[in-house]
């Protein structure tokens, strides 16, 4: 078990905006800045967001995130088909001394 | 351009060891940790630890002690992992990412991988 906690599935259609939760507690995402990776089929994570909602240079306004207490949100707006991929929140947690993941999200756009 | 090239899939016996590299380049090596990411086949992403690339002094995860090794050549921009005693669950691809520093708990770097398969 994910000391973070994603849905496993997240569905929409191109073009249309979807919201993808995280869930933590106090040590993690309650007291410490949260990231988002993408992973496309076959290659390695991307850092999308850092420190709960900035985007790197190069990462497209489409993507966003946000916090409030112990949850996160990465949303993206107008869906393609190319955003198809494996989505993982993730934070330090003060308690366990470790950065932790959530278990994922895979995004299909139908 | 901030690149990390990591060394090529290994087939290892179980027992046997292994050791991965992860060739840094495009930024100043010892500003920033190298971390390290595990993902079993078909499961998610998980932190083994990092190093402090100005130190030397590695930092392991709940689970990743005895066996594993976090070790630098900093004459070379590089980071290494080593794994001994391997063992079938240790089949996974392995990730260096570079920390993004400046207090900020993320990884804006990867590695492309190394998948480490451990079979008889």
């Known amino acids: 078990q994910s000391v973070l906690t994603q849905p496993p599935s997240v569905s929409a259609a191109p073009g249309q905006k979807v919201t993808i939760s995280c869930s933590g507690s106090?040590?993690?995402?309650?007291?410490?800045?949260v990231s988002w990776y993408q992973q496309l089929p076959g290659t390695a994570p991307k850092l999308l967001i850092y420190?709960?909602?900035e985007r790197p240079s190069g990462i497209p306004d489409r993507f966003s995130g946000s916090k409030s207490g112990t949850s996160a949100t990465l949303g993206i707006t107008g869906l393609q088909t190319g955003d198809e991929a494996e989505y993982y929140c993730?934070?330090?947690?003060?308690?366990?001394?470790?950065?932790?993941f959530g278990g994922g999200t895979k995004l299909t756009v139908l | 351009q901030v690149l990390l090239v990591q060394s090529g899939s290994e087939l290892k016996k179980p027992g046997a060891s292994v050791k991965v590299s992860c060739k840094a380049s495009?930024?100043?090596?010892?500003?920033?940790?190298m971390n390290w990411v595990r993902q079993a086949p078909g499961q998610g992403l998980e932190w083994m630890g990092w190093?402090?690339?100005?130190?030397?002094?590695?930092t392991f995860a709940q689970g990743f002690t005895g066996r594993f090794v976090f070790s630098l050549d900093t004459s070379v921009s590089t980071a290494y992992l080593q794994i001994s005693s391997l063992k079938a669950e240790d089949t996974a691809v392995y990730y260096c990412a570079k920390g993004c520093g400046s207090g900020s708990y993320c990884f804006d770097y990867w590695g492309q991988g190394t998948l480490v398969t451990v079979s008889s």
């Open positions: 993730g934070t330090w947690d003060s308690s366990l001394s470790a950065e932790v």
């Open positions: 106090s040590p993690n995402i309650g007291n410490n800045f």
């Open positions: 190093i402090n690339t100005n130190t030397g002094n590695p």
């Open positions: 420190d709960n909602s």
């Open positions: 495009g930024y100043t090596f010892s500003a920033y940790d």
